[in-house]
């Protein structure tokens, strides 16, 4: 069908047609597609736009939506930029814009837009009915094979941009369903950022002076148990206190908030009451030398940073490109070993940093490798990113121009 659908599209771009592409974007954090956008609206060829909608809430429901609100800050970006919904809150039908191509960034495609689109069936009727392109809204770190490859939303794709030449061979040879037939190496859009001039980062309270990031994920005390906000966070709030010369941003993951609260009512709450995630977030927002990031960026606020606490595997890659330090941590009651639950081509990334199990190894990588200055795996973390980044800079650019050639067969129209 895909072969069927790519030859009527070069049919079309023969009569002097446009390219209609659609990018649905589902959720705030996970918007990965600004570089192909640009680069395709730079391309006479192509006419994108960007179609919003909540994958998580009925808007119906929702006085002050958050993705409502992510489209009018896109909008006023300058992005093409459709809300999906009418103005009785409606879904509105995909097929009324007339794509040609679809892109889409999340394994669970179909959960998350079938919430409140069933009666609309844009996510069968998307991979039925057009060219879909994936690109995976994280970089492959947790050995998901299943979740990243073999996925039901995936499969039927005409096009998989991959980030690494790593993910890409083990696609090629541990998948059974495609054998990466539908795979491409491309790079990882969201890190073409790296790329541009460093701008200041707005916000902080202390601007000529150093910055950490701490940015917690979401699972904590989950199955597989990689947060470890409820064991460190309380430590970092007084390493913050100990270096009031030193900025301390809080990046934690966007559903972080969302599971301790959803879960406060059921026997699997978490530790921490949502009462103290807020006391939390106050006190580090009051402090002298603190604020709080809850927005989708964060590229830029790397290039500014100096060091990174995080748990967040996805984070572990994303920083790379910085060249600077990361504290790792560790959870005590996490995976039993922890190598095995990333991918094999990961396992250099975490040798890179400095891992940390308890409050008292946090307390001292902090003060030797960020205070002292001590970073002794330097040289290590930047071969590690020479041997697994690919393309920095330029995939936006590479998969908007790949997509050209398979239309044209290479021929300017």
Not at 269 to 298: H, K, M
Request: aromatic content about 16%.
């Amino acid at each position: 069908m895909n072969l069927m659908r790519v030859g009527m599209l070069r049919e079309k771009v023969r009569y002097g047609e446009k390219v209609k592409i659609i990018f649905v974007v589902v959720e705030k954090s996970k918007f990965n597609f600004a570089s192909v956008y640009h680069a395709m609206a730079e391309n006479p060829l192509f006419e994108p736009m960007l179609f919003v909608v909540d994958g998580y809430q009925d808007v119906r429901l929702i006085e002050d939506n958050v993705m409502y609100n992510y489209y009018l800050e896109l909008k006023k970006d300058g992005f093409n930029v459709i809300w999906g919904y009418d103005e009785f809150n409606n879904p509105k039908d995909i097929q009324d814009y007339h794509p040609d191509i679809i892109f889409y960034n999340t394994p669970s495609f179909s959960r998350y837009v079938n919430n409140y689109m069933n009666y609309v069936g844009l996510p069968s009727r998307t991979m039925a009915s057009y060219l879909t392109c994936y690109i995976p809204y994280g970089m492959h770190v947790a050995n998901e094979s299943e979740y990243h490859f073999e996925n039901d939303d995936i499969i039927p794709s005409w096009l998989h941009f991959i980030d690494t030449r790593q993910a890409f061979d083990y696609c090629a040879h541990n998948t059974f369903t495609t054998n990466g037939a539908n795979a491409v190496l491309s790079g990882y859009p969201m890190l073409d950022e790296y790329a541009k001039p460093r701008k200041p980062f707005g916000g902080l309270k202390l601007p000529e002076n150093p910055v950490v990031v701490y940015a917690p994920h979401w699972s904590i005390e989950t199955w597989h148990n990689t947060s470890t906000f409820h064991i460190h966070a309380a430590k970092i709030m007084e390493l913050l206190i100990a270096n009031p010369t030193v900025n301390f941003v809080f990046k934690p993951h966007p559903l972080l908030a969302h599971e301790i609260r959803n879960r406060e009512n059921r026997r699997d709450r978490t530790s921490v009451t949502y009462a103290d995630y807020q006391r939390y977030c106050d006190n580090w927002r009051n402090s002298p030398n603190g604020i709080i990031l809850e927005d989708s960026s964060f590229i830029n606020l790397f290039k500014n940073a100096d060091c990174l606490i995080t748990d967040c595997y996805t984070f572990i890659t994303v920083w790379l490109p910085t060249d600077k330090p990361c504290i790792f941590l560790m959870n005590p009651k996490g995976p039993k070993n922890p190598y095995r639950y990333y991918y094999d081509f990961i396992k250099p990334v975490i040798d890179s940093y400095y891992t940390v199990h308890t409050d008292n190894e946090l307390h001292d990588a902090f003060n030797n490798v960020f205070v002292v200055g001590n970073d002794e795996k330097a040289a290590q973390r930047k071969k590690v990113k020479e041997q697994l980044i690919y393309n920095l800079g330029h995939a936006g650019k590479f998969i908007a121009n790949y997509i050209e050639r398979e239309i044209t067969g290479g021929h300017s129209l």
